[in-house]
C-alpha cells in the first residue's frame, strides 16, 4: 500500500472523525481560530487603510511597514512571543502572530482599492454635497469593494494554512493531526491532516470567489 493508499485508509476511517482528537473537533477549532484572527486583523487594519486612502496621506508608509512582517516567519514571532510575558495566555501568542501575519495583505489591497476609485467620480460626490464620512461610505468603499474582497480572501486563505502552527504549542486545530502523526511516525496521518488542510483552504478560497463574483453589483449598488 503507497503513502495516498495509506492516507486516504485514514481519511475514511470513522474512528478518525468523532471524539476530542477526530476530524470533526480538529477542523472545528481550526475554523474557529481562523475566523477569530480574520476578525481581528480586519478590524485592524481595514479602518486604518479605508482613512488612508480617503485621504491620500501616510498609506505608502503604513503599507510598507506592515509588509515588513512578511519577511519574518511567522514560526519565529510566534516563539519570540511565547518568551514574552504574553506567553503564559493560552492561545494569544498565536493569535497576535497570527494578525500580524494576516494584516499586509489586507491593508495594501484596501488601500490600493481606495486609492485607485475614480477622481472624476469622487469630485462629482463632492459636488453633490456629501460629507467625507458620506464619499466614503457611498462611493469609496462600494468601488474599492472587489479589491477589498480580494486582500480578505488572501487573508483568510493564509491564516488557514498557516494556523496549523498552533499546534506546535499545544493549541488546537488541524495541525494536530499533523503533529500527532510525526510523534508516532505515521506518514499516513501525516498526509491526511496536510490534505484535510489543503481541501480546507480550498473551501475557504472558493467560498470568497463566489463572494467576489457578487461585489461588483454590490459596489454599483452602493455607488448608484
Known sequence: MNTLSAAWSWLTDASHWAGPDGIWNRLGQHLFLTVVCLVISCAIALPVALILGHLGKGGALAVNISNVGRAVPTFAVLVLLLLT?????????????????????????AYVGMRGVDGDVVQAARGMGMTDSQLVRRVEVPLALPLILTGVR???????ATATIAALVGGGGLGRIITAGFNLADTAQVVAGAVLVAVFALLVEGVFEVVQRLAPQWGRGGAG
Open 154 to 160: 488572501i487573508a483568510a486563505v493564509q491564516l488557514v
Open 85 to 109: 510575558p504574553l506567553g503564559s495566555y493560552g492561545q494569544w501568542p498565536t493569535i497576535v502572530a497570527l494578525v500580524l501575519f494576516a494584516i499586509p495583505p489586507l491593508l495594501t489591497n
